[in-house]
């Protein structure tokens, strides 16, 4: 069943069965759950390419840092906050306090600064207020010690190992030498539904210590970083183990002026979303891109550089602002969109901060430049039209896709071919889908919290106002055995 949900609003709707049990504490199934999406750094605030470029570039040496591939370095200055451009606000602890955490795709754990934190931020650019947990002032708080199961076995590791006083504590080391520093703590995570607030105890990070980069002089901090990554701890992962959220969210991202955008947790459906499988066993959101089509034309590329190796392939992540190719595939791309752009439809070309391809169009840009197909395993495509591989420079329009530089073998897509999009991550059925659309406009979100692995839904079945009319008589039942029940 679906519920039409309002985008970009901190809202959550129960639109299914309450599974409520009589204990000390009543809890209950609250899904799906939206949350709002800020821009740390609004569109129409121009940046040049290259410090869009520097920001990336912190960015993936935080994304394979946490990884086993090898050989993703990258040259030149970064703000390892520059990771992602996007926040929300989530309240912990009781009594219930505001942080706002960096939504990231490409890390795991949620932590927040701990109030005796060293090297915090303690002001930000960032138009919110900086918080700081406490674990005395919280009275659901409780320590992670040495014999929790995220301090031993598969996670015994430098991110997460004994201390001497039986503290569970972490070091999470990026490769620009900054690093993040603390200990495990258990505590209440808050979502606020229209009709009742529910809450799940979840493990996070209480960072003690931050250094380099991630300390006091970034200039963009917020209060910790909130993961919804592939591994065991994350968000997703630990909610949907508890069956409180199906192991499924998504994301549509403003590519207005506005910014902004909505999370989901639960799956957004629509007719037009097509799927293609995650990669098996790998940290991150990995994806088998099979082909790269310019203007219908195959590039003449050797198809080994984009195999889902180890030290390549290709990598979805919301927190990486433009795109990126390797070098070899990079220049037949680019080849490939000045062969298709007609040069009467120019008034001429010029190169940005010394690397970046940018044109003079006498035209629209939709009416001048070609279209570019992804084309990944199962058969599905991601057609992006030039808005989704350009960028807006000082003088005219410039390739928003940059080369990685070196022998990286990368290709990793972020938020310029992301945006103006759904795009689900299908944990539970190991896939991820997308489609176009305006994320300014409402959407349905599925409420089914079972699913076996790897099935597929046609979200076309039943229409929206029929899918809605039937979750709004399960919602009124579901609140009467509700009462009736839990009371």
Same mark, same amino acid.
């Given at each position: 069943?679906?519920?039409?949900?309002?985008?970009g609003?901190?809202?959550?709707?129960?639109?299914?069965?309450?599974?409520?049990?009589?204990?000390r504490?009543?809890?209950c199934?609250?899904f799906?759950m939206?949350?709002?999406?800020?821009?740390?750094?609004?569109?129409?605030?121009?940046?040049?390419?290259?410090?869009l470029?520097?920001?990336?570039?912190?960015r993936?040496?935080?994304?394979?840092?946490s990884?086993?591939?090898?050989?993703?370095?990258?040259?030149?200055?970064?703000?390892?906050?520059?990771?992602?451009?996007?926040?929300?606000?989530?309240?912990?602890?009781?009594?219930?306090?505001d942080?706002h955490?960096?939504?990231?795709?490409g890390?795991?754990?949620?932590?927040v600064? #701990?109030?005796? #934190?060293s090297g915090c931020?303690?002001?930000?650019?960032?138009?919110?207020?900086?918080?700081?947990?406490?674990?005395?002032?919280s009275?659901?708080h409780?320590p992670?010690?040495?014999?929790?199961?995220?301090?031993?076995s598969?996670?015994?590791?430098?991110?997460?190992?004994?201390?001497?006083?039986?503290?569970c504590?972490y070091?999470?080391?990026?490769?620009?030498?900054?690093?993040?520093?603390?200990?495990?703590?258990?505590?209440?995570?808050?979502?606020a539904?229209?009709?009742?607030n529910?809450?799940?105890?979840?493990?996070?990070? #209480?960072?003690?210590?931050?250094?380099?980069?991630?300390?006091t002089?970034?200039?963009r901090?917020?209060?910790?970083?909130i993961?919804?990554?592939?591994?065991d701890?994350?968000?997703?992962?630990?909610?949907?183990?508890?069956?409180?959220?199906?192991?499924?969210?998504?994301?549509?991202?403003?590519?207005?002026?506005q910014?902004?955008g909505?999370?989901?947790?639960?799956?957004?459906?629509d007719?037009?979303?097509v799927?293609?499988?995650?990669?098996?066993?790998r940290?991150h959101?990995?994806?088998?891109?099979?082909?790269?089509?310019?203007?219908?034309?195959?590039?003449?590329?050797?198809?080994?550089?984009?195999?889902a190796?180890?030290n390549?392939?290709?990598?979805?992540d919301?927190?990486?602002?433009m795109?990126?190719l390797?070098?070899?595939?990079?220049?037949?791309?680019?080849?490939?969109?000045s062969a298709a752009?007609?040069?009467?439809?120019?008034?001429?070309?010029?190169v940005?901060?010394?690397?970046?391809?940018?044109?003079?169009?006498? *035209?629209?840009?939709?009416e001048?430049?070609?279209?570019?197909?992804?084309n990944?395993?199962?058969?599905?495509?991601?057609?992006?039209?030039?808005k989704?591989?350009?960028?807006?420079?000082e *003088?005219?329009?410039?390739?928003?896709?940059?080369?990685?530089?070196?022998?990286?073998?990368f290709?990793?897509?972020?938020?310029?071919?992301l945006?103006?999009?759904?795009i689900?991550?299908?944990?539970?059925?190991?896939r991820?889908?997308?489609?176009?659309?305006d994320?300014?406009?409402?959407?349905n979100?599925?409420?089914?919290?079972?699913?076996?692995?790897?099935?597929?839904?046609?979200?076309?079945?039943?229409?929206?106002?029929?899918?809605?009319?039937?979750?709004?008589?399960?919602?009124?039942?579901?609140?009467?055995?509700?009462?009736?029940i839990?009371?």
């Amino acid at each position: 069943m679906a519920a039409t949900l309002p985008g970009g609003i901190l809202t959550a709707a129960i639109i299914a069965l309450f599974l409520c049990r009589t204990t000390r504490t009543v809890t209950c199934e609250l899904f799906p759950m939206t949350l709002s999406l800020e821009r740390a750094i609004p569109l129409n605030n121009k940046m040049k390419l290259s410090e869009l470029k520097a920001r990336d570039s912190a960015r993936h040496r935080r994304l394979i840092q946490s990884s086993n591939d090898t050989g993703f370095t990258l040259e030149g200055t970064y703000d390892p906050y520059g990771a992602g451009i996007y926040y929300t606000k989530v309240q912990l602890g009781s009594p219930p306090r505001d942080f706002h955490l960096q939504v990231d795709t490409g890390s795991d754990p949620l932590w927040v600064t #701990c109030s005796s #934190c060293s090297g915090c931020p303690n002001k930000t650019e960032l138009q919110i207020e900086l918080s700081s947990f406490d674990p005395g002032k919280s009275s659901t708080h409780t320590p992670v010690t040495c014999t929790d199961s995220i301090c031993n076995s598969e996670y015994q590791s430098p991110e997460a190992m004994c201390s001497k006083n039986n503290r569970c504590t972490y070091t999470f080391q990026y490769a620009d030498d900054s690093a993040s520093a603390g200990y495990y703590v258990t505590d209440l995570i808050h979502f606020a539904t229209p009709v009742s607030n529910g809450s799940s105890p979840v493990i996070f990070g #209480c960072s003690t210590e931050l250094t380099g980069n991630l300390a006091t002089n970034n200039s963009r901090g917020v209060d910790g970083i909130i993961g919804f990554g592939r591994g065991d701890t994350s968000v997703i992962s630990q909610l949907s183990s508890k069956r409180l959220v199906p192991k499924v969210f998504s994301h549509c991202l403003r590519g207005d002026d506005q910014g902004g955008g909505t999370l989901v947790l639960g799956e957004i459906v629509d007719p037009h979303i097509v799927f293609t499988p995650l990669v098996p066993s790998r940290t991150h959101y990995n994806l088998d891109l099979k082909g790269i089509e310019v203007k219908g034309q195959n590039l003449e590329i050797d198809s080994s550089v984009l195999q889902a190796l180890e030290n390549q392939g290709t990598v979805v992540d919301s927190g990486t602002t433009m795109a990126y190719l390797p070098d070899v595939v990079y220049d037949s791309f680019l080849n490939a969109i000045s062969a298709a752009t007609p040069v009467e439809s120019l008034t001429g070309t010029y190169v940005a901060d010394g690397y970046s391809q940018c044109f003079w169009a006498k *035209k629209s840009i939709s009416e001048v430049f070609p279209n570019v197909s992804l084309n990944f395993a199962g058969g599905a495509s991601m057609v992006l039209k030039p808005k989704d591989y350009l960028t807006d420079g000082e *003088k005219g329009w410039c390739i928003g896709i940059q080369k990685m530089e070196g022998s990286q073998a990368f290709t990793i897509l972020g938020d310029i071919v992301l945006k103006d999009r759904i795009i689900v991550y299908d944990l539970a059925g190991q896939r991820i889908g997308w489609a176009d659309y305006d994320c300014s406009r409402p959407f349905n979100v599925s409420g089914k919290l079972n699913r076996a692995p790897g099935s597929r839904r046609d979200a076309s079945r039943g229409s929206p106002r029929e899918a809605g009319t039937l979750a709004f008589f399960l919602s009124l039942i579901c609140i009467l055995l509700f009462f009736s029940i839990c009371a």
